[in-house]
């Protein structure tokens, strides 16, 4: 309970907003810093060789010793993949239920941060007494167990963040939602919901997930051969859902893909998997089974499974290959942009002799809810004021719409920019000023040192290619003592393009020897003619332009 007025309350986030994943909020009370959630992205097709994008903490590492907590909604890597970067950073208390700090000190393990952590376990239950505020949890239902919302209890009403949810009318006891403690934060009084966005596009409800539990048993029961089930290794209800249609169904599993098996024991372990020890079987006993009794449950290297697939279908994957009479489930919804990809991949499978079954059937449904469920929230907690978070723009703006439908005034409705600051005065909500934010690359163990500039060079040498201009010159007379030698790299093959390299290989040595026949010979600006002067002559025999890099030596 907060005893004292809080004088500054603002909100800000620092990714989750125009983009999915990524998800980054800060909650600014006095002179307090919280932040809700701190995870990763994938890459974008653009960045190319890029592992992992994280967001940008300057505004954090500025001021560190205001942060006072980071509290994790759930242990999806959108959620918690960017924690080891920001814990180099700031020694602060990690706040989460159990099942979602085991995964988030797997993924500390897993990225090799080897500093110390101070995790602390929270349940739904729990209140955590602060300086400026009290924080409180509510249970969600997502496709991972011990999935929450945040209460931050200012004295001008609660900022509630819902974290990923829907509201699944037939969902089990793992994970069943408090709808009583959200209406009752609701009655409490509400200043401002920020609300995930991720399916406010989609009408009505998402579909339940009985449903998918019942259909998957339908396609084990129905399937003579091997099943090769394909799901996101986080996913713990679908793997949970496969286990008992195996059970069902008479077979065995075997778990392939290492990201799977840490989070199937990490979760087994804690009481949220409930597995019969004999339906598991080792990948190498496949082979002493028939068909008909086994289920391969398998996942990629990220936790996605469409890339592990290929290599299946290609024959080249390390433990398991498809073989004709195989049926492959794919219970995963594809990532943002990959849908070429899931359908080449199904394509591939299909030439390698197996049955796909994947979007015809519902073997798998989002874990986020629909926009009668986005509604439902709403109305549950009657905000003053509305933040939709978690989603592309189109998505936000779909979720402003049904906040309108749901009776709050358009002027109490903000859609922030990345950084923004939205500050609550004087009984409104506004954004002013704006922090550092944006994007930070992750590339092998390089962290932010891959920008825009290099990104635009590996777009050009995907595209046309590289030449290397090799020049010696003596040091005495400046006079060409070796080359011009041209490298070709994705640019000619060159032994059928050996007139276009001659060609270019003459005009580099006239243009250097009209560099050294001028009185003040400069590196630069012979390089920079080089670069010119094939540039055009290059483009106007192939309509390529080629990265030119000229080396000009002395001996």
């Not at 090769?228 to 209800?237: G, Q, R």
Request: contains cysteine; glycine residues 8%.
């Amino acid at each position: 309970m907060i005893n004292r007025k809080n004088s500054s309350i603002k909100i800000i986030t620092l990714g989750g907003i125009g983009e999915i994943g990524k998800n980054m909020y800060l909650v600014e009370v006095d002179k307090d810093i919280f932040i809700i959630d701190a995870g990763l992205m994938f890459p974008e097709d653009e960045m190319l060789g890029i592992d992992i994008v994280i967001p940008d903490i300057t505004y954090l590492t500025e001021n560190k010793e205001r942060v006072k907590a980071v509290f994790l909604t759930h242990g999806h890597e959108d959620h918690i993949g960017a924690l080891s970067y920001l814990l180099r950073q700031l020694d602060v208390p990690v706040y989460g239920t159990k099942l979602t700090l085991a995964l988030a000190n797997a993924k500390l393990k897993e990225q090799e941060y080897s500093g110390k952590t101070n995790f602390i376990e929270i349940t739904s239950d729990s209140v955590i007494n602060m300086d400026s505020v009290a924080v409180s949890f509510f249970r969600t239902n997502h496709s991972i167990p011990d999935s929450v919302g945040v209460c931050i209890q200012t004295s001008e009403g609660s900022i509630v963040y819902t974290g990923d949810f829907k509201f699944d009318q037939a969902a089990t006891k793992l994970y069943k939602p408090d709808i009583g403690k959200m209406a009752a934060i609701g009655e409490k009084g509400v200043l401002c919901l920020l609300s995930d966005s991720t399916n406010a596009e989609k009408p009505g409800y998402t579909t339940s997930e009985a449903i998918v539990e019942r259909e998957l048993s339908s396609a084990f029961y129905n399937t003579r051969g091997r099943i090769i089930a394909a799901c996101f290794a986080s996913d713990i209800n679908r793997i949970q859902h496969i286990f008992d249609a195996a059970r069902d169904n008479g077979r065995k599993v075997a778990v392939v893909g290492k990201s799977l098996e840490r989070i199937y024991h990490i979760a087994l372990d804690l009481g949220y998997l409930e597995v019969e020890e004999d339906l598991i079987i080792s990948v190498n006993e496949i082979n002493n089974y028939e068909d008909r009794e086994i289920v391969v449950l398998m996942t990629g290297s990220q936790g996605e499974p469409i890339e592990a697939l290929q290599k299946m279908a290609k024959q080249s994957a390390k433990h398991v290959n498809i073989q004709p009479g195989d049926t492959v489930l794919i219970a995963a919804s594809p990532l943002r942009g990959s849908e070429l990809l899931i359908s080449r991949t199904v394509d591939m499978l299909f030439r390698a002799g197996a049955n796909v079954i994947s979007g015809k059937r519902t073997i798998h449904v989002s874990s986020h809810g629909s926009q009668e469920e986005l509604k439902f929230m709403i109305n549950l907690m009657k905000p003053k004021f509305f933040i939709p978070v978690h989603g592309e723009y189109r998505m936000l703006k779909a979720h402003r719409k049904l906040a309108l439908d749901c009776g709050i005034i358009d002027e109490n409705i903000i859609i922030p920019d990345r950084g923004d600051i939205v500050e609550y005065k004087d009984g409104k909500l506004t954004i002013g000023g704006k922090v550092q934010s944006g994007n930070v690359l992750i590339d092998g163990i390089g962290v932010g040192d891959v920008g825009n500039i290099v990104l635009r060079d590996r777009r050009l040498l995907s595209q046309d290619g590289i030449l290397i201009v090799v020049v010696t010159l003596t040091r005495q007379d400046k006079k060409i003592a070796a080359g011009p030698e041209i490298i070709s790299r994705g640019f000619v093959y060159v032994r059928e393009s050996e007139k276009l390299m001659d060609e270019s290989t003459k005009l580099v040595r006239d243009i250097v020897q009209k560099n050294i026949s001028k009185e003040s010979f400069e590196w630069s600006s012979a390089k920079q003619d080089i670069r010119d002067g094939l540039n055009r002559y290059l483009f106007e025999k192939t309509k390529r332009r080629p990265m030119i890099l000229p080396i000009i030596m002395e001996v």
